[in-house]
């Protein structure tokens, strides 16, 4: 059979271009320590590498997510310990007060500081959070939880009973706020009125009746049982984290293994590859120029 020069050449320059192309791609396989360079290199293990990687990065939006409860939990857990302190401090106050032997101007003095505590507590429960939500408004972020009627004195809640949760692994979803109505008022007890009324009855002349002091003194049990729990229920939240957190970093060395044992490319085999197909190249490149010089009269 006859070959043409011109199909010898276009042969030729089709199976250089196939030598360079495998040589170029062993090149970046090199460079990137990646096996898998294109879908077509290994079509099931490359959609296994899209769904593994997939599911790295929910792992990893997870962890995101979790730091940021751990933040806003922090937060609450921060403002209920002021306030726990505050409540023992009036508790305190309280049992002073009980004293027949301080009179109406001792007891106004302790008056004035239940005002001060009052207004400390309103602080307190109308605290931002580091993006500037209010923690104990609900859903209602961006308005404060608690108004005082510059009047009466009354603390009126302005938020909602709802409450912000994050979605921390794939199955739990978890709350990072506690709805101010519950937290510093509840059924027969609220501590704004508390505090407010303590002030009107240390402020009134003459020694106040015990029975008056100890119902005070019972609703202040109560605030502070309240707090105490939702410092509880924020601590064993805070104590979940942490056991996702540990169960999210071992999926994320699994997750990072199975990429490594799909994508991740054998370097001494590859370098080994790489040897070869400069030599095949060469090779032939040689062996072309040979053969391409050919003529009758090398033979005559």
């Known amino acids: 059979m006859r070959i043409s020069t011109h199909t010898m050449f276009e042969y030729a320059a089709a199976r250089f271009g196939e030598l360079q192309s495998e040589l170029v791609k062993t090149q970046q396989q090199i460079a990137t320590n990646r096996r898998i360079l294109t879908p077509s290199?290994?079509?099931?293990?490359?959609?296994?590498?899209?769904e593994i990687t997939q599911s790295q990065s929910l792992n990893n939006r997870f962890d995101v997510n979790r730091q940021h409860a751990k933040t806003a939990l922090g937060e609450l857990e921060g403002t209920l310990e002021s306030?726990?302190?505050?409540?023992?401090?009036?508790?305190?106050?309280?049992?002073?007060?009980?004293?027949?032997?301080?009179?109406?101007?001792?007891?106004?003095v302790i008056a004035t500081e239940m005002r001060g505590r009052l207004d400390q507590l309103l602080g307190l429960?109308?605290?931002r959070d580091a993006v500037g939500n209010y923690l104990f408004s609900g859903f209602q972020s961006a308005t404060p939880a608690f108004s005082q009627d510059a009047?009466?004195?009354?603390?009126?809640?302005d938020g909602d009973a709802g409450q912000r949760?994050?979605?921390?692994?794939?199955?739990?979803?978890?709350?990072?706020?506690?709805?101010?109505?519950?937290?510093?008022?509840?059924?027969?007890w609220d501590m704004f009125q508390t505090l407010n009324d303590l002030a009107t009855l240390l402020d009134t002349p003459g020694v106040p009746s015990s029975a008056a002091l100890d119902t005070h003194q019972a609703n202040l049990d109560k605030a502070m049982d309240s707090v105490l729990g939702v410092r509880a229920a924020a601590g064993a939240r805070l104590q979940e984290l942490d056991a996702l957190d540990y169960a999210g970093d071992d999926r994320g060395l699994q997750y990072s293994q199975a990429l490594s044992e799909l994508q991740d490319l054998d370097y001494a085999k590859a370098l080994t590859q790489?040897?070869?197909?400069?030599i095949t190249l060469e090779a032939a490149q040689q062996s072309f120029v040979k053969t391409a010089n050919l003529s009758l009269f090398n033979f005559i």
């Open 41 to 50: 290199d290994d079509p099931v293990a490359a959609a296994q590498v899209l």
């Open 125 to 127: 429960a109308n605290t």
């Open 151 to 157: 009047v009466t004195g009354v603390v009126s809640y």
């Open 165 to 188: 949760h994050i979605q921390v692994d794939a199955q739990r979803q978890m709350s990072v706020t506690s709805p101010g109505s519950t937290v510093f008022q509840g059924a027969g």
């Open 83 to 108: 306030v726990t302190e505050l409540i023992q401090d009036v508790k305190t106050s309280l049992l002073a007060a009980e004293n027949d032997a301080l009179n109406d101007t001792q007891r106004g």
């Open 274 to 278: 790489l040897s070869q197909q400069q």
